[in-house]
Nanobody, 122 residues
Framework: QVQLVESGGGLVQAGGSLRLSCAASGRTFSSYGMGWFRQAPGKEREFVAAITWSGGMTYYADSVKGRFTISRDNAKNTVYLQMNSLKVDDTAVYYC???????????????WGKGTLVTVSS
């Protein structure tokens, strides 16, 4: 069992930056691929970024590529999402998930956090 807790969300102006963190419980964190997803009001949850268990491979949605960076620190049981050049369209609740990651569209999350709200103002 893995419990995930996201933090770092908040209100930021367009063009600004935020860094999200997802802290995981359990000693098996390093064996999981991790992902960030988001859900905007009235929309379905969508993939944002993912990282393999070792951190050796990362994957991004086209909408965030070049602006967001996913990373992980297995010693701290934490995965991060650095978000730069934020846009109003990035406004959403951001969730982290733990499971397996093999590529774009090739992932399965077994555990989810409760999310952290990111609001980008114009």
């Amino acid at each position: 069992q893995v419990q995930l807790v996201e933090s770092g969300g908040g209100l930021v102006q367009a063009g600004g930056s935020l860094r999200l963190s997802c802290a995981a419980s359990g000693r098996t964190f390093s064996s999981y691929g991790m992902g960030w997803f988001r859900q905007a009001p009235g929309k379905e949850r969508e993939f944002v970024a993912a990282i393999t268990w070792s951190g050796g491979m990362t994957y991004y949605a086209d909408s965030v590529k070049g602006r967001f960076t996913i990373s992980r620190d297995n010693a701290k049981n934490t995965v991060y999402l650095q978000m730069n050049s934020l846009k109003v369209d990035d406004t959403a609740v951001y969730y982290c998930g733990a499971g397996w990651v093999a590529g774009i569209g090739e992932y399965g999350m077994n555990y989810w956090g409760k999310g952290t709200l990111v609001t980008v103002s114009s």
